[in-house]
């Protein structure tokens, strides 16, 4: 038996050779943190459905790989809507150079959760970010990717990091391939 199945949902597959195709009607049977399988759904009842300790209704929903933000100041989200319209140079000297001369290593890692929180929703498994205290950036990656801050409903985020200078915030190697975002609302894509 299966830890989740996500049931008739189509599925994007991305083919190097082949490119870009939709897989429609589709079963997703996730064990732990591995997709163990993409199969066609048995929608006409002609063979028994695959079973799990959870289903996931995905009708209408579209399965597809997870985003990669690669360039990112993540924590800059506590200064959003900050002094919008107003000329860049104006933007840098008078508002955010001020302001992140200020900074705090709290006020890094608070703004990093904030920020994982957003890219999460958003489908975003991998980020490659550079900003001040980056080791407090790493510390709220850390916690994100082992399902803090209520970030993993169903299974955990696998997030990703690159920080300042190529250094990982969080090193991650699995094999195959990887659930990536929690499934909470019908409305809404499927991020493996």
Avoid at 61 to 84: Q, S, W
Avoid at 184 to 191: F, N, T, V
Wanted: proline share 6%.
């Amino acid at each position: 038996m299966h830890e989740l199945r996500i049931r008739n949902c189509h599925v994007l597959h991305i083919d190097p050779a082949a490119g870009c195709q939709i897989a429609e009607n589709q079963d997703i049977l996730i064990d732990g943190a591995q997709i163990t399988a993409i199969q066609l759904s048995a929608v006409d009842g002609s063979e028994a459905p695959p079973q799990a300790h959870q289903t996931i209704d995905g009708r209408g929903m579209l399965a597809i790989p997870g985003l990669i933000n690669t360039h990112a100041h993540a924590p800059m989200v506590i200064f959003r809507g900050l002094a919008e319209d107003v000329s860049i140079e104006k933007w840098f000297n008078e508002y955010m150079w001020p302001l992140e001369s200020n900074l705090t290593p709290e006020d890094v890692y608070w703004g990093m959760k904030l920020a994982l929180v957003e890219m999460i929703e958003g489908g975003v498994t991998t980020v490659a970010d550079h900003y001040f205290f980056m080791d407090q950036a790493a510390e709220a990656v850390t916690e994100a990717d082992a399902g803090g801050a209520g970030l993993g409903r169903l299974w955990r985020p696998r997030l990703r990091c690159a920080g300042r200078h190529g250094r990982l915030c969080r090193p991650l190697a699995w094999p195959g391939r990887r659930p990536h975002h929690h499934l909470d609302g019908a409305a809404r894509p499927l991020y493996l």
